[in-house]
């Protein structure tokens, strides 16, 4: 049984097994989440991203998949790193956003992590409109079979709280 948690907060103080990160595909850090987890994390967690570039993402990690790497300095176990779509109205595929959610809990499992820690997937930068974003995120999350115990959104502001307050219940 997993429990959904919300926190309104920043997702580099969390203390969970894993934090997620909203990356981008080139794995070598950004703005926003990214840009936060990297400058907090400290070097170690830009070291292995570069090197799992050089071994498995030469053309970047696809838009919905995840991968793990060394949380350094945070207090987290591990950072999950997945890529979000950019959010475009003629195109915008929620498979893809719901896809982040599964493949970073199929990781979560993987690694063992039982507390995993999620932003607001692609709603900064990429664009996509927090209420459609905290739906997918909380129908996804419900509908896929982990042994990860908590899942705990952690929203940045009172919109993106409220957003996914209203999809939990
Ligand atoms: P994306 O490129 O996937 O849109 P962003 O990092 O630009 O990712 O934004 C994703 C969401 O995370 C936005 O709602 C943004 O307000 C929020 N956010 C930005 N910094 C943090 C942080 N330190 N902790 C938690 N959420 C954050």
């Known amino acids: 049984m997993t429990t959904l948690t919300l926190v309104r907060g920043d997702i580099t103080r969390q203390r969970a ?29 830009l070291q292995e991203c ?3 570039r050089a071994s498995h ?10 991968v793990a790497t060394t949380a350094g300095a945070l207090e987290a176990r591990w950072v999950i790193h997945t890529v979000g779509p950019v ?14 959610y599964r ?8 690694l063992g ?3 995993v820690a999620f932003p607001a997937i692609s709603t ?25 115990e908590e899942v705990r959104f952690v929203l940045f502001d009172d919109a993106a709280y409220t957003a996914f307050a209203e999809r939990i219940g």
């Open 17 to 45: 097994d894993a934090i997620v990160n909203a990356a981008n595909s080139s794995l070598l850090g950004g703005g926003g989440v990214d840009g936060a987890i990297h400058r907090r994390g400290g070097p170690a967690i």
């Open 57 to 66: 993402y030469g053309r970047g990690l696809p838009t919905g998949q995840a």
């Open 113 to 115: 992590a039982r507390t």
């Open 124 to 148: 900064g930068a990429y664009g996509w409109p927090m209420d459609d974003a905290a739906r997918i995120a909380v129908q996804e999350v419900r509908a896929t079979v982990t042994a990860v």
């Open 87 to 100: 959010y475009r109205v003629a195109t915008a595929d929620p498979s893809l956003l719901a896809s982040c």
């Open 103 to 110: 493949a970073c809990l199929r990781v979560a499992d993987e």
């Open 50 to 52: 570069r090197k799992l």
